[in-house]
């Protein structure tokens, strides 16, 4: 009788959900397509995410610049987002989540795992620094005038971002880190509600939710960051790059790896995928 159940609903179509099991088998298997490419695409696409990313922040800053409260801005940050998940790049700190998950499932290996974060980091530093330069630069007219209302946001984000943490001495530096997990935390949930729709209205709503709740929150998101830093110097902020990497780049990256894998990536597999 439970065999011929079984059967009957395997034979129904799929719906537009996945159940967590198969949003699990789904994270599983990206993990092991993200471990399996070549240099060239991870850093390519590692750049072009950091680059979405670094759009959709100068985004959220021009809306602060119509003296719209923080969280309008946070409502159209993950267009960014969804558009590079969309287009299937590679971003570090959804890798933070998806290949832990993968080595849960003895699918990806520990030195994979690790090949596949230094590049795609590296990536999405290039891309960060990379669109930095060229909005300030169209924010300027190419470093001839003031960046306006806009530069003046990106400086004190920036400010915001180091120097607040750097008063604060080491206490400083773990509330970056701990705003660092807390940030992929929610940032790599979006990334796996991405696998959870078989539509992509139903892929784009999963993700909308998490990260405007991240952005909304202030929290420190190691990629994005790679875009506000360079931009917030580069448009006058009185920061150096040891700075920035001290007080906020090297806390966040360990908050982001701390929540992505702990948080988010090996507890579903852990809860529901199978060892094979």
């Known amino acids: 009788m439970r065999e011929a159940v079984l059967k009957e609903a395997e034979a129904l179509p799929a719906g537009d959900a996945l159940t967590p099991y198969e949003l699990t088998a789904a994270v599983v298997e990206a993990g092991e397509r993200k471990a399996s490419l070549g240099v060239s695409p991870m850093v390519a696409r590692g750049a072009l995410s950091a680059a979405f990313l670094g759009a959709a922040t100068l985004l959220a800053v021009t ?8 969280v309008a801005g946070a409502l159209v940050f993950p267009a960014g987002f969804c558009i590079m998940a969309l287009l299937g790049l590679e971003l570090a700190t959804g890798n933070f989540a998806l290949l832990p998950a993968g080595c849960y499932a003895r699918r990806v290996t520990l030195s994979q795992l690790a090949r596949n974060w230094w590049w795609v980091y590296l990536g999405n530093l290039v891309g960060g620094v990379g669109f930095a330069v060229l909005a300030v630069a169209a924010l ?3 470093y001839d005038h003031d960046a306006g209302a806009v530069g003046e946001q990106l400086r004190q984000l920036a400010l915001a971002k180091t120097v607040a943490y750097a008063d604060l001495g080491w206490r400083g530096w773990l509330t970056a880190l701990t705003k660092g997990v807390l940030a992929n935390w929610l940032v790599t949930v979006g990334a796996v509600l991405g696998f959870a729709s078989r539509s992509t209205v139903g892929k784009v709503v999963g993700m909308w939710l998490p990260i405007s709740t991240f952005f909304a929150l202030g929290y420190e998101h190691s990629v994005v960051n790679m875009f506000v830093m360079p931009a917030g110097i580069l448009a006058g902020a009185p920061i150096t790059v040891d700075t920035w990497w001290l007080w906020n780049q090297v806390p966040a990256t360990l908050g982001n790896i701390i929540g992505g894998a702990f948080l988010t990536g ?7 995928a199978r060892k094979s």
């Open 63 to 70: 809306v602060w610049t119509q003296g719209l409260p923080r």
């Open 266 to 272: 090996l507890p579903l597999a852990w809860s529901y």
């Open 140 to 142: 300027t007219g190419w």
